[in-house]
C-alpha cells in the first residue's frame, strides 16, 4: 500500500502556469486561481498541478563576494604586494574592472550593492553605529528598496549569505527586533555571520539565523574559516537536494578589516617582505600596475597626505614596528583569498562553476587608515580618541595578530595598499576611498575571457546586473510595496564589448562631508576630513573644490579647478541636485560624536531611562542596545545564592578583553573589575569568601564629574557592609566593543576579566536572581 501510494503521487503534476507566463514584475507572484470540483470522490476528478515558482530557465547560480576594507592595490591582478590566486584565476578566466567604485564605508556599501540603489536612499548615509534621526541617515533599510536576494527567493532561487551584515539598525539588533532588517527579513533563507561592523575572528559573536552560536572549545578555531565551511556545507546541501534550483549566495567575510586577526602560519610567509618600507611599495605597485595595463602608461603616483611620513625618516623601532603590522596584513589578505577559493572549489565540485555568475568586489571601501600613523595594539583606542605609543606597541609586537590582540595597521600602509591613489577608506572624494579591485567570473554567460574593462561603475550596478543575468525584471511592487526604481545600471552590456560607451555617466559620492560628482568623465571633489583627523579642516560651506579630468588623469593629480572654474561650477550644481534627489541633504561632518546615541537622537531602546533589572540567562545585549552606563555614577546590584564555596564566575559583564566592566566571584570572593582598553586594569575585590546562601552584592560608582572618560571611586558592598574600595583612573568615553555584548551569568566571546576566563569556563556556578544596574 505505501508503495502504492508514493507511487501515485509520483506522478502529479507540480507546475500549473508556464513560467514565461509569469507576472516577475509583482513579488510575490500570485498564484493562479484554484480550481472548483463538483466530484464527491476523489477518485472520479482529475488532480489539479501543483503551483509552483521556479526560476527562469537556465538561470545562472549567482555568487557576491565582498571584502571588507581592501583597497585597489589589493589584489596582484592590480598590482598589490599580496598573492591572490583566485581572484587572479578568476580574473584571468573572465573580466577585470579597472573603474569600479564604492560609497567609501562599509554599510552604505552593503546596503547599496544588494539594493541597486544609492546608499542615501536606503537611509545609510553612514555606518548603522553613526545612525541619525535625518531622512538618508537613520540606519533603517526600507520597503521600497528590495534587496536583490528577497527578488531572487520570489523567483525560485535558493538563498544565503555568511560573513558580515552591518545594515540592521543598531537599535533594533536584540532578541526584542523588530527582525525587520536582520537578513532572514532581507531575502535569505539562511545566516551566519555576525551583523555588526566588525568581529573578533577568534572569538565572535554570531548568529544562525536570528540564534546566537555558541562558541566550540578549539583553540584553533577562526571564524573565517568557520565561515567558509558553513558556506561549502549550505552549496553542497542545497545542490544534493534540489539540484535544479539555482542559489544566490552572498559570502562577505570581516576580512581583512581589523582587528587584523590571522593564525601565525598566514603571517609567518610575510616576515622580512616589507622592510623596504611603504614609499618604495608604492613605486613598485605602480610600476606593475602600469606593466599590466591596469592603469595608464604615464600614471602619475598621487603625493601621500602630508600626515604619512616618509620611511626614511622613521625611527628603527617604528619601521620594526609599522613591518610587523603589514606582515600580519598581509597575510590576511592572503588567508581571505584562500578562503573565498574554497568556496569556489566547493561550487566546481557540484559542477556547477560554468554557470554561476561570481562577482569578485575585493574590497568595501579602500584600505583603511584608522589606525592612524601608528596602528594600533587594540583598534577600540581608535574609538575612544586614545592614541598609542610604539614604545608600548613593539613590547607586544611577537603577538600582533594573535587572541591577545586587537590590532590595525600603521595608515601609510593603507595609502600604499590603495595605490596610485592619494587617500583611503571614509574618503569619498577620492577614489582611494572608493575604487577596488574587481572581476567577474561566469563562463557559460560571457564570451570573453581575460580582458579588462574601463568602463565607470559602482555598487548599485551590481543588482541591476544579476536581474539581466537571470532574466528577470526589475520589480515595481515587493510584499505589496511599491519600489523605488533602481539607481543602479547593468554591467551585462559591457561583457563582450570592451568598446562599449559608458551608460552609468553621474554618480554623486558622500561620506562624513567628504563628497565628489562623477559626471561624464570629470570629477569634481573636496577633502573634508581626513580619517585620522579629530575634526573637519573647514566649514562645509568653505569647503575647497578640485576638478580633474579622469579621461586623461587616471591618479587625479591634475587639479583643473583655476583652469576650468565654469566646469567646476557646473559639476557643483549637478552634485546638489544629485545630494537633493538621494536625501544626502543636510550635509552630516559628524563622526565620533554620532557614535554616542544620545547625543544624536539615535533611537534608543533605553531612551528616558535609568535602570534595568536582568535575570541569569540574559545574555548577548550589544551596546546599541543596552543601558549607557558611560560618563556617568552607576550603581549595579545584584541578589545572588552561592553554595559552600561561595561561588565563581560571572554576574554580569559588559565588553571583553579590549574594554569593558565586570561584577564577579572569584574562589568565592565577589570582585568588580574596569578593563580600560585592554591597556589598564582596575580591580576593587573583597579580602573574604561568601558564606554559602543568599548575598545583596552592590557596586557604586562615583563618576568624578563633568566630561568624557573621566575616572572616580568605586565601593563594594555585600550585604549592605563595605569590602572593598578602589579609584578607577580611567573609563573609555564613547564605546566598549564592536560586538562584545552585556551577560549576566557568564562572559561571552573574551573575558572582561582575564581571570575568570570566557564562555563556559566563566559561567556563574550559583543562582542569580536578578540584576539591576541604575546610572545617575
Known sequence: MRALVF????????????????????????????????????????????FEVTAPEGAPNVLVVLVDDLGFAGTSTFGGPVSTPTFDELAAEGLRFVDFHTTAVCSPTRAAIKSGRNHHLNNMGGIIETGTTFPGNTGQITADVAPVAEILRHNGYSTAAFGKWHETAAWEASVSGPYDRWPTRQGFDKFYGFLGGETNQWAPFIYDGTHPVELPEDPNYHFLEDMTNQTVAWIKYQKALTPERPFFVYYAPGATHAPHHVPQEWIDRWKGKFDQGWDVLRDDIL???????????????????????????????????FARQVEVFAGYVEMTDHEIGRVIAAIDDVGQLDNTLVILVYGDNGTSSEGGRNGMFSEMTYFNGVQEQVADMIKKMDKWGGPETYPHMAAGWAVAFDTPYKWTKQVASDHGGTKVGMAVH????????????????????VAPTILEAVGLPEPTSVNGVSQRPMDGVSMVYSFDDAQ?????????????????????????????KAPWEQEPRRP?????????????DFSLVNDLSEARPEKLAELQDIFLIEAARNKVLPLDDRTFLRINGELVGRPDVMKGRTSITLAQGMTGMTENVFLNIKNKSKTITAEVDVSENGGNGAIIVQGGRFGGWGLYVKDGMPGYDYNFLGLERYTVASEHKLAPGK???????????????????????????????????????MVFSADETADVGIDLATPVIETIGAEAKSRFTGEISRVTVEVH
Open 442 to 461: 561566469w563562463p557559460a554567460g560571457i564570451k570573453s575571457r581575460g580582458e579588462q574593462r574601463d568602463q565607470f561603475h559602482h555598487v548599485i550596478d
Open 7 to 50: 507511487g501515485l503521487m509520483s506522478v502529479l503534476p507540480t507546475v500549473s502556469l508556464a513560467q514565461h507566463e509569469l507576472d516577475r514584475t509583482i513579488l510575490p507572484i500570485a498564484p493562479p486561481a484554484e480550481p472548483q470540483f463538483s466530484e464527491q470522490n476523489v477518485r472520479d476528478a482529475i488532480p489539479p498541478q501543483l
Open 695 to 733: 548575598h545583596i552584592l552592590r557596586f557604586e560608582f562615583a563618576y568624578d564629574g563633568e566630561g568624557l572618560g573621566k575616572g572616580g571611586m568605586g565601593t563594594l558592598y555585600v550585604d549592605d557592609a563595605k569590602v572593598a574600595e578602589g579609584r578607577i583612573d580611567r573609563t573609555q568615553p
Open 287 to 321: 610600476t606593475r600596475q602600469s606593466e599590466s595595463g591596469i592603469i595608464p602608461e604615464g600614471t602619475a603616483l598621487a603625493p601621500k597626505p602630508s600626515a604619512i611620513p616618509d620611511w626614511s625618516d622613521l625611527s628603527d623601532d617604528e619601521k620594526t614596528l
Open 540 to 552: 562645509l560651506d568653505q569647503d575647497i573644490w578640485e576638478l580633474y579630468d579622469t579621461s586623461s
Open 500 to 528: 562599449a560607451e559608458d551608460r552609468h555617466t553621474t554618480q554623486y559620492f558622500e561620506m562624513f562631508g567628504n563628497r565628489a560628482i562623477y559626471h561624464e568623465g570629470w570629477f569634481a571633489r573636496t577633502i573634508h
